[in-house]
């Protein structure tokens, strides 16, 4: 059996911090020297930790590849694991620098909330699973059943407007943590659990019997999930922007982890150079140093690594509107340069 | 007198019958007194017999001492190395554990002078002086100082932070509730009012709402460059939210001084704020320390509401254990094991508060 | 008290302006702090965009609500919202302020009761549930208890029609056929009769002497005249049994986990408080007045009613309100099982568009006002009832 150091259902607790909200996050990040992310309360795949105590995920590597591009360090990140409900407020409020949390673009946030959202790193869609004695196979034919979703998401409003659009009557019973949620969930308290559906496959998994849960085919939302900073500083909107647009360019330009220092002093592509550093200063542009990418895309790797280390392998996600735009996906990052 | 007078001899005195003293008679008097009494005794033991074996079996006897979850889910009993598993994390949270012995010597530091406050060794100044040394000397221990690595506020957890929580709310809202009731009770109309403002205020609302706001709203209220951590804000509601009980209770006591002390007071010439400070404040204490108990057997309670806000007390890590996938299904013994800290401790509070009763000054009235 | 009346004449002295001018710059500063406070507000919820006002309560919730009295979709408002939070509040209170004194006055004579088994059991519950938070009691129950009973499709059916289920405990609901409103005016007069003739006779037995039983005779005169309505409309109300259909059961009364768990553990907890109460009640009375009556040859029953009770309850009924009070403000432990009632939805709301400042205060209003009401109640009980000397 394995102890777990971190648990971490805490909300956001920052130390005494210096400097305001609005400007000059990078100056404070860079004084700290370390980064404050938020993250999940343990969610497998995206923020999670693991054994060891260190957290492991998509999430989590994201925001590796952020600290490595400002600060050279991919372990200078401070984990601050957040609940549902509080991860707007802890990066509005400047108690985090970034939250990469699952966390679903849409207007009323990106423009009522004091947050900004800076680039997409995981299309996701919201879904239904069932115990597979309940013998259901659409979630139109859950008429009457009780659904087990947490609160602040925007999973809980899904729910209810997919229940009025197709005239099902749907009993929410709603839960403060997604882990109770999915406890209860298990536990028999609800016909059905809903949430995204990388988490359904994720949840699936620690399950005592997996299959005896099935995930019903609908995707009633889209759930594009992205970073958050905070609203009005625009620089430091555009350094994590920028990072994601490079891990999924990476990917794109074929730098692997392993292949980025030789790609670096050697590569004939232009892009490649320009991302990397070696001609031009594409780091300047946001205030970072020139080997920017470089050190992000050694820490953490490309996109498809990231990917295939944490979702793949241990909870069997195939790429599907993940993959890049050349490989039928939709991920189409940005030109750098 | 001649010698065939016969002398009365009492003969021995027999013992009462049976069925007036000892066992026998006491069953008859307590338990089958009257047709009633006999139906509720047998009615209570029914349900004795049903509930009580199960209950022992399900803990001691089917129960898993050693092992791991296959264990415990095979011989179906209560799961104590579920328990032993998550010790450290339910007394301490997240807090590194090669650094545990420092909320060890702190723990050892508090069952010390809590030792000597209850037998009465300590007392007067000293004793003031001494429990008020305490949380900042754990500040130290805990956060680190003075060299010892630094631990941040967001690790601290378990039982260590409910205790901490209530000590510092404790130590610091007794004077504050002091100075509110001496503002309620002999203060100017301004500072009366706001002391009565205050007071209802933060009596006639739910401590989650004063809770939600440290939380949410007190960020709010401070400029924008200053962040106050969220352990620190919590801290400051509950201290607020205790002040305000406190100065209920003081203000019983010192509705039960005489007038006459402070007359005579004033009329040996004793300014008004030293008769405030040594005549009224000492004997209106004096005579609350049983409620004062009682506020601080609430205020420990009360620091389970923290998960709501979402600090991972004692109460907050059993709810998590309980959660761990690698445990799943033992959410009882968790339940069980919180129950029993929690019973200890404001159990004994409370044989505390019955102990300061019986010496207490109206105990010594004739 | 005279020890804070100044011995200055009212009027310009050295003494009232010395007061005047502390109490002026008490006020000062605490203004001046209020006003900081405030223009630090607005400053940060113009930083992160957060809107003020009140507007938001007309905008749609889209949020679901898992139980709640009235009718609710989640098109309605947010302050449609807030009030199905608030009425779960009161209802959820007024169901446990009820069960909670019956609970506790059993308790509390339990307590004192010469069955020393009785009496020990009494304790053991009393000191186990004043020793333990509510929080814990609560999540003991939801989880462990609760949790433990089967699925509805192999729900506890206890008598016909009521069953205990993981996903509640359903009961039949009564539903109102034709006749029925001509039934309720008829019950409501035949309560009129009783009460009427329960007066008459108190008036008849102090002005005659003679026995007439007045509350007996005026339940009976309430009870014959209401059955004879029911029959004589033709039996207008009806049951509605639940049934068990797809996932769950349809129809008849249904009592969410949720809601059962909150009730049965603010009952058990705010019960001992009101047996020590009751307790304390019953002991401050002085053996001497028992042991009289009893001794004039008064009947128990009358002892009980007339010489124990008045005496007890003026000890026992301004405890009690207090712990009413403190019902209400731990029904607030709602949020953490995940029953709607106002902190829970308010909080929701809050986590959905940020207007903290607004829901709290809201928060407090409503607190404030119940603790209002309650002491006023308090106060005309202590005034009307309890404190009638001779």
Known sequence: MHKIMKLGTIAATAMVAAGAVSAGTLEKVREAGELACGVSEGVPGFSNPNSDGVWVGLDADFCRAVAAAVLGDANAVRYVPLASKQKVLAVSSGQVDMTSRTTTWTMKRDSAEGVDFTAVVYYDGQGFMVSAEAGINSAKEMDGATVCVTTGTTTELNLADFGRANNLSLEPVVFEGKREAVDAYASGRCDALTTDMSQLAAFRTSFADPSAHKILPEVISKEPLAPLVAHGDNQWKDIVTWVVYGIITAEELGVTQANVADMAANSADPSVQRMLGSSGDTGGFIGLSSTWMLDAISAVGNYGEIYERNLTETLGLERGLNAQWKDGGILYAMPIR | ??????????????????????????????????????????????????????????????????????????????????????????????????????????????????????????????????????????????????????????????????????????????????????????????????????????????????????????????????????????????????????????????????????????????????????????????????????????????????????????????????????????????????????????????????????????AQKR | MSFTKRTAKPGFSVQNIGSALSQAVVLTVVLGIVYVLFTNTQENLALRGIESGFEFLDHEAGLPIGDSLIEYNPTRSYGYAFLVGILNTLFVSFLAVVFATILGVFVGIARVSHNWLLAKVAAIYVETLRNLPLLLTLFFIYSVVLAALPHPRAAIELVEGVYLSKRGFYLPRPMAEAGFSIFLTAALAALALGLGFWRWAVTYKMRTGRPMPGFWGGLGIFVILTGLAYLATGRPISSELPVYAGFNFKGGLAMKPEFASLLIGLVLYTAAYIGENVRSGIQSVQAGQIEAANALGVSNAVVTRKVLLPQALRVTIPATTNDYASLVKNSSLAVAIGYPDMVSIGGTIIGQNGQAVEIIGMWMAVYLTINLIISLGMNYLNARVLHVER
């Open chain 2, 1 to 362: 007198m001649d010698d065939n007078t016969i002398i009365f001899q009492p003969a021995p005195a027999r013992p009462a019958p049976s069925s007036r003293v000892g066992p026998r008679a006491w069953l008859r008097a307590n338990l089958f007194g009257g047709w009633k009494d006999t139906v509720v005794t047998l009615i209570l033991l029914a349900i004795l017999a049903l509930t009580l074996p199960g209950l022992v079996d399900w803990m001691f006897v089917r129960a898993t001492f050693f092992g791991d979850a296959d264990n415990c889910r095979q011989a179906g009993g209560a799961c104590w190395p579920f328990i032993v598993d998550k010790f450290n994390v339910l007394m301490m949270g997240v807090y590194p554990q090669e650094l545990g012995w420092r909320p060890a010597v702190c723990a050892i530091a508090l069952i010390v002078l809590a030792a000597l406050t209850y037998t009465n060794r300590v007392r007067g100044i000293v004793l003031i002086v001494a429990w008020a040394i305490l949380p900042v000397f754990a500040l130290f221990m805990i956060g680190g100082a003075f060299g010892m690595r630094e631990v941040d506020q967001s690790l601290w957890g378990g039982l260590m932070l409910s205790i901490m929580l209530a000590l510092v709310g404790v130590i610091v809202s007794i004077p504050l509730g002091v100075l509110l009731a001496l503002g309620r009770y002999y203060g100017p109309p301004v500072v009366k009012s706001l002391c009565v403002a205050f007071i209802e205020l933060l009596r006639g609302v739910p401590l989650i709402t004063i809770l939600f706001m440290a939380s949410v709203m007190m960020p709010l209220f401070l400029p924008p460059d200053l962040v106050i951590n969220n352990l620190l804000r919590i801290q400051i509601a509950m201290i607020l939210f205790s002040a305000a009980y406190m100065a209920e209770v003081v203000r019983g006591g010192l509705q039960a001084i005489p007038a006459g002390q402070t007359e005579a007071a004033l009329a040996l010439g004793v300014s008004r704020a030293r008769t405030i400070a040594f005549i009224v404040v000492p004997q209106a204490l004096r005579h609350v320390l049983p409620p004062l108990v009682g506020r601080c057997i609430a205020l420990f309670k009360d620091t389970s509401l923290v998960i709501i806000v979402g600090l991972l007390d004692f109460l907050g890590m059993i709810k998590n254990a309980s959660l761990d996938t690698t445990w799943l299904g033992f959410q009882a013994e968790a339940y069980v094991f919180a129950a029993f800290v929690y019973w200890l401790i404001c159990y004994s509070l409370s044989l505390y508060g019955r102990e300061l009763e019986r010496r207490g000054p109206s």
